[in-house]
């Protein structure tokens, strides 16, 4: 609750037409509500903090709100801050405001990107190799398994749209492609960013397609829906699911065997590059027009590591 009324008084600032207190960099992110933002945001707050600047933190509390996200980006450039750094929620429907918001002000993109050539700077995952990644990583798993990389996959997108899982799911098929041509990549599904969706696809899938042996979900939302239907259904010893991101639960269903790796980002530092990029770019410095923060295969034997605890348990307050 407390969040909430934080985030809402915010957001009641930004729509009062009020101008921004001087050196304000808002992050505007895909959902309030999400962990894997509010790592972001623990990230860009460090940031903040160092260069003693004020960050409101505002967006919706929906993925699928992306109206609600342009509104919020709209009013947050009214108000005149010093940069905007922005996770944009859909790539088409961002780039316009976008491109109109980058007329008066820079913005750097953290995440995802957008349709505008007029962004600042991107800090982000190379989410084509995080896919190739996780391709290597559930042949891996098969291989383990079934002792050799064959067999039937399937991938489990959690929107249509978001160019964040697009282009996960396009490295995730070209390294298939390319290094193990006996995995048939059988059914691409699309959700609506509801783990009860993914739970409900990935029970159909094993139901209509009973001898598969892999699923890459390429966002934290479907890896849990997908490793809650594998434990639900008891096949982890022959079913082997790879997913991006992490959270409790994504940690629970890695050492219990539900998912096989997870390919995990870095967004604290996606968080707090952005911030230093978007104050940096303000003050007229050259900005690195793309910050790679790197992926981490992530299994149950290196879990343990330092850099992989550092990694599934961010500090976030």
Do not use: C
């Not at 790592?39 to 460090?46: D, L, M, P, S």
């Not at 005149?80 to 405001?97: D, K, Q, R």
């Not at 067999?151 to 290094?179: M, N, P, Y």
């Not at 594998?230 to 790879?242: F, G, H, M, S, T």
């Amino acid at each position: 609750m407390k969040r909430f009324a934080i985030v809402t008084a915010l957001l009641a600032s930004v729509s009062s037409g009020s101008a921004f207190a001087a050196e304000t960099i808002p992050l505007i992110v895909k959902n309030t509500s999400n962990y894997y933002f509010s790592i972001v945001t623990a990230g860009a707050r460090k940031a903040a903090k160092e260069l003693g600047i004020d960050m409101p933190v505002l967006g919706p509390t929906s993925f699928s709100d992306i109206q609600g996200q342009i509104s919020i980006l709209e009013n947050a450039v009214s108000n005149t801050p010093t940069a905007i750094v922005i996770s944009p929620l859909e790539f088409w429907a961002l780039g316009g405001p976008i491109t109109d918001a980058a007329g008066s002000l820079p913005i750097i993109t953290v995440d995802s990107s957008a349709d505008s050539s007029a962004v600042t700077a991107m800090v982000t995952t190379d989410n084509i190799e995080g896919g190739r990644q996780a391709a290597v990583a559930l042949a891996d798993a098969i291989r383990n398994a079934h002792g050799a990389p064959e067999g039937k996959v399937a991938g489990i997108l959690g929107f249509a749209g978001q160019s964040t899982f697009e282009e996960r799911l396009k490295g995730f098929k070209e390294k298939l492609a390319s290094d193990y041509p006996k995995l048939e990549l059988v059914s691409e599904r699309i959700a609506d960013g509801q783990a009860t969706t993914a739970v409900n696809i990935m029970t159909d899938l094993l139901t209509s397609t009973p001898d598969i042996r892999g699923v890459f979900a390429p966002d934290l939302i479907m890896g849990a829906g997908a490793g809650q239907a594998v434990l639900e259904n008891n096949v982890q010893d022959k079913v082997k699911v790879v997913a991006f991101d992490s959270d409790e639960k994504l940690v629970e269903f890695l050492a219990n065997g539900a998912i096989a790796a997870l390919i995990v980002q870095d967004p604290f530092r996606m968080g707090y590059e952005g911030v230093k990029a978007a104050y940096a770019a303000s003050k007229g410095e050259k900005v690195n027009p793309r910050i790679d923060t790197g992926v981490n295969i992530i299994t149950k034997a290196n879990m343990s590591e330092p850099r992989s605890q550092e990694l599934l348990n961010p500090k976030i307050n």
